[in-house]
């Protein structure tokens, strides 16, 4: 019985391998045009395949980046050394997140322990110089808590990325300090430390350290980098000891944070293919074999609440790994690590519809996906930042909600009021917190609310492109009254769990026909070009979304352009002139295009 259970599985993973690797080849069929036309912003025949194959954005998926800080090569670019400097530093990470916001990104996987160096006021361990120039000498703040706030603010997750077992250049300020604090845990490889994944006061450590980011911070996750042997490591002990010595650590850390707070999530950044499989091998380079890494066993035994793995392959050594990451991910979280560092020459010789591919059977798959890293993203190498903001995550997403941790459902916002000053549209709403939120440890941010917007009712909250706005973190924001005076609005309260409550439906505006706003006429298939835009210097309009994020540009003659191939959905049209200064010119409203007959006609 289980020779045939064995076979019938090996028979649906080839199935789906078959279908990824369809996919793969179907790039073939991809016109080249096409995707330098997405990469240049016209995309008009793209997205005409793309909407073809595309699986529906979902409303719940996770959409990360690591934000690398070693170095400043992601972040910063400048050192804090005055008032000034500091302020020009904070400004650059405040660009970088708004990019990331525009992008869909839901989590930011920011660098936080470095090399035994750290971007907070750490008890244990020096600070980084990353920030100041300086090894171990401030930058005149905490940039963790400051990320921390501006993520929030975004209403994005920031979770704590921790570099465990390299500890940096052995006379290194990090290393040479840990040497003294613990002697004889750091073993010396070349010219690095290490430290000793078999000696229990490394997880008795690492447990206290992620322990003290978790009291102290208001964090969304602890995210563990390189839990594992060194590739260079004589291991001695045997695989499965290995393993047990690397479980123990993990076991240690999650204890702890979810002592303090049970709602952070625990995950790592595994090697990209856990082990062998049946019929694709890993070359020598997998999580479990290699480096003693169970990352899906810590799936199954509780210690992680999501995993990331470092997914940098291409074709048949991705999309088999990708199937069985899926396959055993215990019904949790797993977001791919995508390689899109090889989209630059320097780097690899990949191409934008590499990506594009693995994106897409991700989200085939349930999957998120998580890019490597911030700076290829934002630089928007090969078209890369361009083609996930105006096409892949076009809508927002949320994080799925630990269900695994708690399912109690928040209770749902009351007294919602709509009101119209001058030219916004003011809501606000209430909300009683419950006991447990209440006992929660201060300066923790309790709830957060969604809010959502269509022109029928009642608003469905379960469609993301309803989604305008995502975990606020007051009771109340504000948007343009000409794009909401049509509009029906839901919102709902979610818990630090990501559970989300039932929704509190409002009525549209008061419609005083004195202030009832124009929206330009759409029949869903054309869009009326105000005549004030044909008058002016204008060579480029572009579509955005309520969100902000550009949706589509035209080059457009005469008095109406295509909307045909736009989502259903409110949307702001904008002219921009040859010197790249935006006008808005007004909203309107893309309606479902009708129902066609039997016969191919429309009604």
Not at 4 to 17: A, T
Not at 174 to 187: E, I, K, M, S
Not at 210 to 236: F, M, S, V
Not at 380 to 396: A, K, T, W
Request: a positive charge.
């Amino acid at each position: 019985m289980a020779f045939f259970q064995d076979r019938q599985q090996e028979f649906v993973m080839l199935m789906r391998y078959i279908f990824c690797l369809t996919l793969w080849c179907a790039g073939l069929l991809f016109p080249s045009p096409a995707l330098r036309a997405a990469r240049s912003g016209d995309g008009g025949a793209f997205k005409a395949v793309w909407s073809a194959v595309a699986p529906q954005a979902p409303k719940h998926e996770v959409r990360a980046v690591w934000l690398t800080t070693i170095g400043g090569i992601d972040w910063p670019h400048s050192y804090s050394q005055s008032r000034f400097s500091m302020e020009r530093q904070q400004a650059e990470l405040c660009r970088l997140l708004d990019l990331y916001h525009r992008a869909g990104i839901n989590t930011v996987l920011m660098q936080t322990r470095i090399r035994a160096t750290t971007i907070y006021d750490a008890p244990y361990e020096p600070w980084d110089g990353c920030l100041s120039g300086f090894p171990g000498r401030s930058p005149g703040y905490d940039a963790l808590r400051f990320a921390i706030d501006e993520c929030h603010k975004r209403g994005m997750e920031l979770h704590a990325w921790v570099v465990t077992i390299p500890v940096g250049k052995w006379n290194g300020e990090g290393c040479r300090r840990l040497r003294q604090h613990l002697p004889g845990v750091v073993r010396r490889i070349g010219t690095d430390g290490y430290m000793n994944p078999e000696d229990p006061r490394t997880g008795d450590y690492l447990a206290q350290l992620c322990g003290d980011i978790t009291r102290r911070y208001d964090i969304d996750g602890i995210h563990l980098d390189y839990i594992r042997y060194p590739e260079t490591w004589n291991i001695r002990v045997g695989r499965d000891a290995g393993r047990a010595c690397i479980t123990d650590i993990v076991s240690k850390i999650a204890r702890e944070v979810k002592r303090q707070k049970p709602w952070v999530k625990m995950s790592c950044a595994p090697i990209g293919k856990h082990d062998d499989l049946a019929r694709y091998r890993s070359h020598g380079w997998n999580a479990y074999t290699r480096v003693c890494q169970d990352a899906q066993g810590w799936l199954r035994q509780g210690f992680m609440d999501a995993l990331f793995p470092m997914m940098y392959f291409r074709n048949e050594q991705f999309f088999p790994f990708a199937i069985d990451w899926a396959e055993h991910s215990a019904g949790r979280i797993v977001a791919p690590g995508l390689g899109i560092y090889f989209l630059d020459p320097r780097e690899g010789n990949w191409r934008l519809d590499d990506i594009v591919r693995q994106m897409n059977e991700l989200r085939h798959l349930g999957l998120g996906h998580t890019f490597f890293r911030g700076k290829f993203l934002t630089d928007d190498v090969q078209g890369i930042y361009r083609f996930v903001s105006r096409r892949f995550n076009l809508y927002p997403a949320l994080v799925p909600p630990m269900t695994w941790e708690s399912r109690d459902l928040p209770p749902a916002p009351t007294g919602l009021l709509v009101r119209r000053q001058g030219a916004m549209l003011q809501l606000s709403w209430h909300y009683r917190e419950t006991e447990a939120q209440r006992l929660m440890p201060p300066g923790v941010q309790r709830v957060a609310f969604n809010v959502y917007a269509s022109t029928s009712s009642p608003v469905d909250i379960g469609d993301a492109r309803n989604l305008i706005a995502t975990r606020l973190p007051h009771a109340a924001m504000s948007l343009p009254a000409q794009a909401g005076g049509h509009l029906r609005f839901a919102i709902t309260a979610i818990d630090r769990y990501g559970n989300e409550s039932l929704a509190l439906q409002s009525a549209p505006a008061d419609s005083d026909t004195d202030h009832a706003p124009t929206l330009l006429r759409c029949d869903g298939y054309r869009l009326e070009v105000p005549a004030g835009a044909r008058m002016a210097d204008t060579g480029l309009l572009l579509i955005e979304s309520l969100q902000g994020q550009t949706v589509a540009s035209r080059s457009w003659r005469g008095s109406q352009i295509s909307v045909a191939d736009i989502a259903p959905g409110i949307y702001v049209l904008r002219s921009i002139n040859r010197k790249g200064v935006t006008h808005r010119l007004g909203y309107f409203i893309k309606k479902p295009h009708p129902r066609p007959l039997s016969g191919g006609k429309r009604q």
